[in-house]
C-alpha cells in the first residue's frame, strides 16, 4: 500500500476545504425559507449533524475524549453557531457574514499574543487583501445601524477565529471530539427555545432543516475534522472565505438577485488572492524542505 506523501495530503486537505466551504455557503438559502426562530434552526441542526458526525466517528474509528482541546474546541464552535445565528436575527445576513470572517485576522493575533507564533509576511499579506476584498464585496450592503447585530457578528468571528486555533494544535481525536461537543452543546442551547418559540413543522421544513444539519454542517465539519489535520489553521481559514463568497451566488441562482459591481470585483480579489496565496504557499513549504 502505497502512503501518500505530505504534498498530496495536504492538496487532498485543501480539496476538502474548498468543498466544506462550499457547503458551508447554502445556509443563507435554507435560512431565510424555514419560518423558525434563528437559535432553533441552529440547534436543530446541529443535533442532525451530531448523529451524523457520531457515525462518522465511529466507521473511522475515533475515540471520544475529553480533554482541553475538545472542550475549548466544542465551546468555541458551539459560541461560532449561537453568535452567528443571533446576529443574522439582530442585522442584515451580509453584516453578520461578512464580520464573522475577520476570523483570519483574529486567527494572527490571537496567535501571536497567546502562542507568540511567528506568520510569514505573505500570511499576513494575504489576510489584509482578502479582508480587504470580502468588506469590497459587501460594500453596498454593509450598514452600520445595527450596532448590536454587527458585535456580535464580530464575537463570532473571534469564536471561529478560536476553534481554528484550538483545533489546529489538537490531535485527530480532539478535533473530531471537539465537533461533536460543539455540535450537541449548539443543539443543548438552541432547541428549548421551541418551549418560546413554537414551530410549524411541514413536509417542506422537514426536508430543509434536514438539508441545514446533513449538506450545509454535517457533512462539511467531516471534511473540515478531515481537513485540519495537515491544513493550517490560517489555511482553513482562509479557504473557508469561499463561503460569504457563494452565499449572493446561490441566491443569484435561485432567487435572482445579481451581485452587483463590488460584489464582482471583491470576489474577484479574494479568488485571486488564495489562488496566489495557495502557490505560493505550496513553492516556500517546497523550499524550506529542500533547505
Known amino acids: 500500500m502505497t502512503i501518500p506523501s505530505e504534498t498530496a495530503l495536504k492538496r487532498r486537505s485543501v480539496a476538502y476545504m474548498v468543498l466544506c466551504a462550499i457547503l458551508w455557503s447554502t445556509a443563507g438559502i ?23 458526525f457520531y457515525f462518522f466517528m465511529r466507521a473511522m474509528k475515533s475515540r471520544f475524549v475529553l480533554n482541553r482541546y475538545s472542550m475549548l474546541g466544542g465551546f468555541f464552535l458551539a459560541g461560532t453557531f449561537i453568535f452567528f445565528v443571533t446576529a443574522n436575527k439582530l442585522t442584515t445576513a451580509a453584516n453578520a457574514i461578512v464580520l464573522q470572517y475577520t476570523a483570519p485576522m483574529f486567527i494572527l493575533i490571537l496567535s501571536a499574543l497567546f502562542f507568540h507564533q511567528k506568520f510569514r509576511r505573505g500570511d499576513i499579506l494575504a489576510v489584509a487583501v482578502i479582508t480587504a476584498g470580502i468588506s469590497l464585496f459587501f460594500f ?3 450598514s452600520f445601524g445595527y450596532l448590536l447585530g454587527n458585535l456580535l457578528a464580530i464575537v463570532a ?48 421544513t422537514t426536508v430543509l432543516i434536514l438539508a441545514l444539519g446533513v449538506v450545509q454542517i454535517g457533512i462539511p465539519y467531516i471534511l473540515y475534522g478531515l481537513a485540519a489535520k495537515h491544513c493550517s489553521a490560517l489555511a482553513c481559514s482562509l479557504l473557508g472565505t469561499i463561503e460569504p463568497l457563494l452565499n449572493p451566488v446561490w441566491v443569484f441562482i435561485f432567487a435572482g438577485e445579481k451581485p452587483g459591481f463590488y460584489a464582482l470585483s471583491g470576489g474577484l480579489i479574494v479568488i485571486v488572492a488564495i489562488f496566489i496565496w495557495l502557490i505560493w504557499s505550496g513553492k516556500n513549504d517546497s523550499m524550506s524542505k529542500a533547505a
Open 157 to 204: 468571528g473571534i469564536f471561529f477565529a478560536s476553534m481554528f486555533i484550538t483545533n489546529g494544535r489538537a490531535d485527530s481525536d480532539s478535533r473530531m471530539s471537539g465537533i461533536l461537543i460543539g455540535h450537541l452543546l449548539t443543539a443543548a442551547i438552541g432547541i428549548p427555545v421551541i418551549f418560546f418559540y413554537p414551530i410549524s413543522v411541514t413536509p417542506a
Open 30 to 52: 435554507f435560512i431565510k425559507v424555514i419560518p423558525w426562530n434563528p437559535l432553533i434552526i441552529a440547534g436543530v441542526r446541529s443535533l442532525i449533524a451530531a448523529v451524523l
Open 140 to 142: 453596498d450592503q454593509l
